[in-house]
């Protein structure tokens, strides 16, 4: 025990330990007329403003209790359409379960994974940067028992729709040797830190080798994704390889940062530029303008991630000194609105790329079905992390294992950020099947493949 207060007291005192913190997270709160002013001075960064690219020039309808909904964007059904007192409490879901048998030939060649943390397999083992997942009790619950990178006690959802596609885990761009062979699988891009808009997460590390804040901006990824498929088409031919290329999966999740690390800390000043509506517009543009980047590549299969309610992860709970685990409100509002925003993007871009399957999958709609309901899934911690210190242990990152609980599957939250392994997995049932709740439209990944 000695040595690990002493451990603690070494990340305290150690100088660059306080960026990772994010303590730095001011406090907002809303105006009746919805603007947002922070409730203490802004943190200064270095960081510039966001770019100023234009927002969306088509209308967007405005959030309201029941908000309107584009004709294509029906949830697919789910089985059962929830949780309810008829239906028996789940077995809490293995961190790294093993089919009962092999599952079915896909059509599907290979997946493409962009995007933060939450999807992120070990880009960042490779880069100068304190987010990092490279150490123990990351990876503990994994089929390997060992930190691979993922910021998680297990799997991430990514690995459990690869084996529901038939694919193996997909490797890290930056962990794997660039032959087309090793990359015919598919290529995960995904970097912790990294937010559509560039700077996002740039006080996470120096700038080097042009990796601002050393994670890989979700521009860069896309450029790594085209570069990937540049190698298909020298390989195999350019009929071949755009034949491959339409014939897999690009999973995108990405945008949580741009509110962790830019949005609400007032970076730039953002606030006094952008109220969240249109800050959430301005995100779901540059998102559209990618997908058309990876159109032009003859992508036409995409899978884009809502985001998830931050407002009631553990970092939160403390930072707003929530008194009963609730969540923080108006966080969660800005993450609804980003979503809607986002889905009804998808829904125009579907009619503008006519021959392009692009599906828009609801986090924050599963997420708090599990939060809700999570006596049904079998959890029985809602609001405290497994692995940190401090209230709801979101006071500070999860360094040690000392710092874990021992039953990672009975919690929600393994981080302050970050799920467990048990509700990755029923989330990407959600994405696959929409097995527990629909949060997929206008369908789910497996219409997708059929």
């Known amino acids: 025990m000695a040595s690990f207060a002493l451990r603690i007291l070494q990340f305290l005192i150690f100088p660059g330990a306080i960026i990772f913190h994010f303590d730095l997270v001011m406090a907002l709160k809303f105006h009746q007329n919805c603007d947002l002013t922070p409730l203490r001075p802004p943190f200064k960064s270095p960081v510039g403003s966001i770019s100023s690219a234009p927002p969306p020039q088509s209308p967007v309808p405005r959030l309201s209790p029941s908000p309107y909904l584009p004709s294509d964007s029906t949830p697919a059904t789910a089985s059962p359409p929830h949780p309810s007192p008829s239906h028996p409490p789940l077995p809490s879901p293995s961190p790294s379960p093993s089919p009962s ?21 070990g880009t960042n083992n490779f880069l100068g940067t304190f987010a990092r997942a490279d150490r123990l009790p990351y ?9 691979t990178g993922r910021f998680c006690n297990g799997r991430i959802p990514v690995d459990f729709l ?6 193996p885990f997909i490797p890290s761009y930056l962990g794997q040797t660039g032959s087309v062979e090793d990359m ?6 995904a970097s912790a830190g990294a937010g559509i808009i560039f700077s996002s997460g740039s006080e996470l590390g120096q700038t080097i080798d042009n990796m601002q804040g050393q994670h890989v901006s979700f521009g860069q990824q896309i450029q790594q994704t085209i570069d990937t498929f540049q190698q298909f088409i020298t390989k195999m031919g350019e009929e071949p390889a755009a034949s491959f290329i339409s014939d897999s999966i ?9 509110y962790i690390h830019y949005y609400l800390p007032n970076v730039s000043d953002v606030q006094t530029k952008y109220v969240s509506w249109k800050f959430n517009q301005f995100l779901a543009y540059s998102m559209k303008e990618e997908i058309k980047n990876l159109y032009n590549a003859n992508v036409r299969k995409v899978v884009v991630m809502g985001l998830a309610p931050i407002g009631c992860a553990p970092y939160y709970l403390y930072q ?3 008194q009963d685990g609730g969540c923080i409100k108006i966080i969660n509002n800005m993450i609804m609105e980003f979503n809607f925003v986002m889905r009804f993007t998808i829904a125009e871009l579907r009619k503008e790329l006519t021959d392009a399957n692009i599906i828009f999958c609801d986090a924050y709609q599963g997420s708090m079905d599990i939060i809700k309901n999570f006596d049904h899934y079998g959890f029985s911690v809602t609001t405290e992390a497994c692995c940190g210190l401090g209230r709801y242990n979101g006071w500070m990152m999860c ?3 000392e710092m874990a609980c021992e039953n990672a599957s009975d919690h929600i939250w393994w981080d302050q950020f970050h799920p467990t392994a048990a509700v990755n997995q029923i989330l990407a049932d959600n994405v696959w099947s929409g097995l527990h709740t629909p949060m997929c439209y206008p369908m789910n990944m497996e219409d997708m493949v059929k």
Do not use: K, W
Request: with cysteine; glycine share 8%; aromatic share 10%.
């Open 101 to 121: 048998h092999p599952p079915p030939a896909s059509p599907i060649r290979a997946l493409f994974v962009l995007g933060d943390s939450s999807v992120d397999c």
């Open 139 to 147: 990876g503990r619950d994994f089929d390997t028992h060992q930190p």
């Open 162 to 167: 690869a084996m529901r596609l038939g694919l």
């Open 184 to 189: 015919i699988h598919g290529v995960n891009y």
């Open 250 to 258: 690009i999973y995108i999740s990405i945008g949580t940062n741009d």
């Open 320 to 322: 707003y000194e929530s």
């Open 399 to 401: 360094m040690f294992p």
